[in-house]
């Protein structure tokens, strides 16, 4: 049921980096060539909510507090999305999920981000 499985994530000081990867080895592959992913994030005491996403044609998208910092990408092949974050805030930290963005499946477990000050 859940498609999904994200990893990367960890304890880093602010200014560090972080390459969160989302393998999508349980989606049917048509579906993730197709279909735009996404990573969100749920922070302590937050709603979750979208970060980046990039479509089929590798195209992106990204919310105000990933721009310039944060990088999505997809390898089609491997069937997994990855984030590069750079220039870490402790604001980032919390719970990193990868899904499809138009129609969402089951969410996963998420990976954690904790960013030190």
């Known amino acids: 049921q859940v498609q999904v499985v994200e990893s990367g994530g960890g304890f880093v000081q602010a200014g560090g980096s972080l390459r969160l990867s989302c393998k999508a080895s349980?989606?049917?592959?048509?579906?993730?060539?197709?279909?735009?992913m996404g990573w969100f994030r749920q922070l302590p005491g937050a709603q979750r909510e979208f970060v980046a996403g990039?479509?089929?044609?590798?195209?992106?998208t990204y919310a105000d507090p990933a721009k310039g910092r944060f990088t999505i990408s997809r390898d089609n092949a491997k069937k997994t999305v990855y984030l590069q974050m750079n220039s870490l805030k402790a604001e980032d930290s919390g719970v990193y999920f990868c899904n499809k963005v138009e129609t969402p499946g089951s969410w996963g477990k998420g990976t954690l981000v904790n960013v030190s000050s």
């Open positions: 349980r989606m049917i592959t048509s579906v993730f060539n197709s279909d735009t």
């Open positions: 990039i479509n089929r044609l590798g195209s992106t």
